[in-house]
């Protein structure tokens, strides 16, 4: 296999060019061919099959496995092209090149990965909809669509009309997760979340499948352990089927990157439920688990639960109880639970408070956390916003500030925290609301600015939701994506006028003046 590989999917790629050598990831370039074969495989699915609900629930579980920090297991991903080729039959081993770079136009290259990363990002949260029992055929059957496009279509227009239907799409997947994760855990309730550590041994939860840790939860509750949560699972904290459980303690560190010092204090076994894992150091590599699409060469993976049955997670819990209990990191609270139901029975007192101009405007600042020190700029940004602003946050991104901004207006959290990135959902459902509630014709004349944080491909599919839902005049950072052309770009600035951060204030400035 040729040592070199191109990949430029997410916000870290190598001086936002392309990783060649190996991935800022961590991925190897053995393992970045294996994902390019694997999506030259279920772009072939997409055109020799008709669309059906196992191929398409197959599609999302694989585009899954490809998403940034979920999958650097090359036994593993070799057994899913397994698969991927008995579903392909006798059009596995057609002449069609793999890789981004096959495709020689830039604009066409650039508008393929757009739709693609779209896809991996819907594929994510139907994936997590799915294992609670949600479904949706139209959405299998769009990725059968939209891989085969990405694979053969060669017109422009055409292209960008796929980009923005994977933004309806995308909507409809993340409605749907909502009512999975509703049905089956209740609507998240305003809960404060202990950051501070007990004096028991414990599990570290972290990724976003909320199953995992109901099950976890179930079957650890005589342990005598207890189970924190990190990173994009500490919305688990504010639902009331999860919440209900005493050994739930609290929520252990901050977001994804900062992993590899704080899995080291930790003490306990480490559950990676789904994408979000970081190369393993030797500190913590004896007690950390994977399940679900993530893997890691020489981790213990859970094995997918079998019909009707949950996962088997006694082998975590037998080496949680012969652990220390984790380190103090810190020893504070975390207030969170802000999603759309529960906003919604505060839209009174919200209404009340613009009108009296106690809230000018409100700072949708959700989306991704990452290494790059330029992220420094969004804790910036919320630090220096005008006490009559309101941050509505979700996903990762949060990290930099909800534990920063700490006072209220008219007993309102200034940080309103809706839960995981899925849960930008939420945050639209409220921007609509309030469009409702005060009468207007665009969305656009809301007081509501986007400063939003990008990293990978979920975040895509998230940004191709707030296109299709028609939000304009939004900043992406801290970099633009690699993955957009220059012209593609321009298109994209000029239609919705998306535009890059700049520095703090100066765009505080903008924000509050509605530009």
Not at 5 to 14: G, K, L, P
Not at 84 to 91: C, H, K
Not at 477 to 488: E, I, K
Not at 500 to 512: L, S, V
Request: charged share 25%; with cysteine; hydrophobic share 40%.
């Amino acid at each position: 296999m040729n040592e070199r590989m191109f990949c430029f999917q997410c916000q870290e790629t190598c001086r936002n060019t392309g990783c060649t050598l190996t991935g800022m990831c961590g991925k190897k370039a053995e393992t970045a061919k294996l994902m390019d074969e694997l999506i030259r495989q279920l772009k072939l699915i997409a055109i020799s099959k008709t669309p059906d609900k196992e191929s398409g629930r197959f599609i999302a579980r694989s585009l899954f496995m490809t998403i940034t920090n979920a999958n650097f297991d090359n036994e593993t991903l070799k057994k899913q092209l397994e698969q991927a080729t008995e579903l392909t039959g006798d059009t596995a081993n057609a002449e069609f090149p793999a890789g981004v770079m096959a495709c020689k136009d830039e604009n066409i290259r650039s508008l393929r990965e757009l739709l693609t990363y779209g896809l991996k990002g819907i594929a994510a949260y139907a994936e997590h909809a799915a294992v609670l029992g949600k479904e949706d055929e139209s959405v299998y059957k769009f990725f059968f669509k939209a891989l085969k496009a990405a694979a053969t279509e060669e017109n422009a227009d055409t292209l960008t009309a796929l980009v923005m239907e994977a933004g309806a799409i995308a909507v409809r997947t993340m409605a749907l997760l909502d009512r999975a994760n509703t049905e089956n855990f209740g609507d998240p309730e305003i809960t404060i979340v202990k950051t501070g550590v007990g004096n028991r041994p414990g599990i570290l939860v972290s990724g976003h499948d909320l199953r995992d840790i109901k099950e976890l939860l179930e079957q650890s509750k005589d342990a005598g352990i207890d189970i924190y949560t990190h990173s994009e699972m500490l919305p688990a904290h504010y639902y009331p089927a999860l919440k209900k459980y005493p050994h739930l303690y609290g929520n252990y560190g901050n977001s994804w990157h900062l992993q590899n010092h704080e899995f080291a204090s930790f003490n306990g076994p480490i559950l990676m439920t789904s994408n979000c894992i970081t190369p393993v150091p030797d500190s913590y590599r004896s007690r950390i688990f994977t399940t679900g699409p993530a893997g890691y060469p020489g981790v213990p993976h859970i094995a997918d639960r079998q019909a009707g049955k949950a996962k088997d997670f006694s082998a975590i819990i037998e080496l949680a109880k012969t652990c220390q209990a984790p380190e103090k990191l810190e020893d504070g609270t975390i207030t969170g639970g802000f999603a759309h139901t529960q906003v919604f029975a505060l839209a009174g007192k919200i209404v009340e408070a613009v009108k009296s101009g106690a809230i000018k405007r409100f700072i949708v600042m959700a989306g991704c956390d990452g290494r790059h020190k330029e992220r420094s700029y969004y804790a910036e940004v919320a630090e220096n916003l005008p006490p009559d602003t309101l941050i509505l946050t979700a996903g990762c991104a949060k990290y930099r500030y909800n534990k920063l901004v700490k006072d209220d207006i008219a007993g309102i959290p200034r940080v309103l925290d809706a839960g995981q990135c899925n849960d930008c959902y939420s945050l639209a459902l409220i921007a609509l609301k309030l469009k409702e509630v005060f009468g207007v014709k665009d969305i656009n004349e809301l007081p509501i600015s986007f400063d939003i944080a990008w990293y990978e491909q979920k975040a895509v599919a998230v940004l191709l939701a707030l296109l299709h839902l028609g939000f304009k005049n939004i900043r992406l950072g801290p970099t633009l994506p690699a993955f957009l052309s220059p012209d593609v770009a321009a298109i994209l600035a000029k239609t919705f006028d998306i535009k890059g951060i700049t520095d703090p204030q100066t765009d505080i400035n903008a924000m509050m003046s509605g530009k």
